[in-house]
């Protein structure tokens, strides 16, 4: 993990002091390790300098002192040890003769895999990171080099020869980067706020992307952010800046697909299926436990994801032929209300031989922090799960530098948002499959799919059949059912809009790996990934979400519908295939038998995001 931060400038020279200042804004991303790389383009000179977290063997000038030189490009980054912590892993890091030099906010995780591979091609390295096993990629495949990487990273490669920057953002936006570009300026950060340090860029709100979070809870869909001019690299993409021209180009390097099938249940396939996926799983389990640190687990209470991991990684640990470099026992976290009284996180810590930790939440300061946590979000944020979130990594901050997460199976495995689960039986009607129909919604409501969350029978059924009717009376009925959260956001904003968002739209198709795959893309995982960086790195954890790897994600979207959810049982492939890996209490846990949150008080506010975005000081100058 790393922050990241670079900037050219067109006419001027690049004040030193004030790139310190900017990269130190992401210091929580990073307490390693400071470096950075002073260029002039014209003259081609280059020199590294180092900040006061460098390691002490390194023989570099400091960044504050002067060297009577003129720099239009740097680099700055912020290092967070968790792959080769010796000073070898420093960044920036040059290759081919100082020819490229990179900036990584990564991990790629397969860079043993990489390095390997490259060897083979007669490459050379000198150190075993995973930083110059990506700079190496770049120089023998290009721009294609990031088909290659397993991982997940946001980086920046200054290619001398060629004048170009070449930055990337990994598939599905796990690792955040920003960009601002006029006439003058060109310049990237992980985070935003690094960015508003250079004068020229204001700090100025953004209406358009303002109104699609106010009036529909949408963030992180587009490249849009809540500043305007200030743009995010969307995932699966890579930017290429011409040092030249002063020109930026844009080409996405990947693309989800789905199986638009619903296809013919066989138990016979299903358990094909999940054996598969089971060996995926457990590979993406094991790359994400390459660290020189201790590695932790977020393990929520009945949780099927995070518990699915605890069991890998049991069984990981149970192969003495394992290469992987972890503390035995597994430490897991876990956050618990006051009056938890069921502790399902015990059975898994029991069965997977791991030591639990319990975090109990207390939103009592959360109304104090919340200009904070603006602050650390970069914009404004949906509810208060950011909090219970930073609290369960500021305790596991205390043990572990990298913490697993299993966030992104409920996108593909469809898990227990009810929406996922009326798409299902709506794209079943919308197959007159009528007997499997009322099964599977009977089979819903015995399982608890829909009780945990207070649904009726009839209201379940009047969202189906809205899922049902055409596309012109589904957008009339949206539009009136948005009705006072879009007045409401034009009034605070001062916009006359009645549009809504194509993600909305799209969130009512009745095909459930379609749904998916939004989720997936779209919202609502890029935003949840989102908070997920933010109250991570405010602790300098970094997370690593195993059910991210792209070969999962490609598998599962593409397996027909009728395998996701069988006798009312979500994540059905995912239960057959932790069989002998959990406790059957936790593999088939009803979903209604999963403690929920408690109400809260800012419950009873008509609308909470206006409540935040009236109380933040996200737009006021620093």
Request: hydrophobic fraction near 35%; glycine fraction near 6%.
């Amino acid at each position: 993990m790393s922050g990241i931060i670079g900037i050219t400038l067109a006419d001027e020279f690049i004040d030193l002091d004030l790139l310190a200042i900017a990269t130190n804004t992401l210091r929580h991303r990073g307490l390693d390790d400071e470096g950075y790389l002073l260029v002039n383009t014209v003259t081609f000179d280059a020199q590294e300098r180092k900040g006061n977290n460098a390691p002490d063997d390194l023989k570099l000038q400091h960044i504050s002192e002067p060297s009577g030189k003129k720099y239009n490009l740097c680099f700055g980054q912020r290092r967070s040890a968790t792959i080769e912590r010796l000073s070898c892993g420093h960044q920036p890091m040059s290759y081919d003769d100082k020819n490229l030099w990179i900036i990584l906010d990564g991990p790629v995780y397969n860079f043993v895999e990489l390095r390997n591979e490259l060897q083979g091609k007669g490459y050379q390295f000198e150190s075993d990171t995973d930083t110059e096993a990506v700079v190496a990629s770049y120089k023998e495949w290009g721009y294609d080099c990031v088909n290659h990487f397993n991982g997940d990273w946001s980086l920046c490669i200054y290619d001398k020869k060629n004048s170009k920057l070449f930055l990337s953002r990994d598939r599905f936006g796990a690792r955040p980067l920003y960009y601002y570009l006029d006439d003058k300026i060109f310049a990237f950060a992980s985070e935003i706020k690094a960015l508003f340090k250079f004068p020229g860029i204001l700090k100025q709100p953004n209406p358009d992307a303002l109104y699609e979070f106010l009036a529909f809870s949408l963030s992180d869909h587009s490249s849009e952010t809540m500043f305007r001019n200030i743009y995010q690299l969307k995932p699966a993409h890579n930017l290429i800046f011409d040092i030249n021209t002063k020109k930026i180009s844009h080409a996405s390097y990947y693309k989800l697909s789905y199986n638009s099938n619903f296809g013919s249940y066989k138990h016979s396939k299903a358990l094909v299926y999940a054996d598969y996926l089971r060996g995926v799983l457990i590979d993406s389990v094991k790359l994400r436990l390459r660290a020189d640190v201790a590695v932790g687990l977020s393990l929520s209470n009945g949780g099927l994801d995070s518990s699915s991991i605890a069991g890998i990684i049991n069984k990981i640990y149970k192969n003495s032929d394992s290469n992987i470099q972890n503390q035995i026992p597994l430490k897991t976290f876990t956050n618990l209300w006051p009056d938890s009284k069921l502790k399902y996180c015990d059975l898994v810590n029991e069965y997977t031989n791991s030591n639990g930790h319990y975090i109990y939440i207390d939103y009592a300061h959360f109304n104090t922090r919340m200009k904070d946590f603006s602050y650390y979000m970069d914009g404004l944020f949906p509810n208060r799960s950011i909090y219970a979130g930073y609290g369960l990594v500021k305790e596991a901050s205390k043990y572990v530098k990298v913490i697993l997460e299993g966030v992104g199976s409920d996108s593909i495995f469809v898990g227990k948002e009810p929406h996922l689960k009326n798409v299902y039986l709506a794209q079943l009607a919308k197959e007159i499959k009528i007997a499997s129909f009322i099964n599977e919604f009977l089979s819903l409501i015995e399982t608890k799919s829909f009780d945990c969350f207070k649904k009726t029978s009839i209201g379940q059924i009047k969202k189906v059949i809205f899922l049902l009717i055409a596309e012109g009376n589904k957008n009339k009925l949206l539009r009136k059912s948005y009705k006072k959260a879009i007045k409401e956001a034009g009034e605070l904003l001062k916009l006359k809009k009645n549009n809504i968002p194509r993600e909305i739209i799209e969130k009512y198709i009745p095909n459930i790996n379609s749904v998916s795959c939004l989720s997936q893309t779209k919202f609502p995982l890029p935003r949840m990934l989102h908070i997920l960086d933010r109250y991570t790195t405010i602790s300098s954890l970094e997370s690593r979400a195993p059910f991210l790897d792209y070969r999962l994600v490609d598998y599962v979207l593409n397996i027909p519908a009728c395998y996701k959810i069988r006798n009312g049982w979500d994540k059905w492939l995912l239960r057959l295939a932790m069989d002998g890996l959990l406790p059957e209490k936790i593999r088939w846990l009803k979903q209604g038998c999963v403690p929920a949150s408690p109400k809260t008080d800012y419950e009873g506010y008509l609308n909470f995001r206006f409540f935040r975005f009236a109380n933040c000081n996200l737009f006021e100058k620093d």
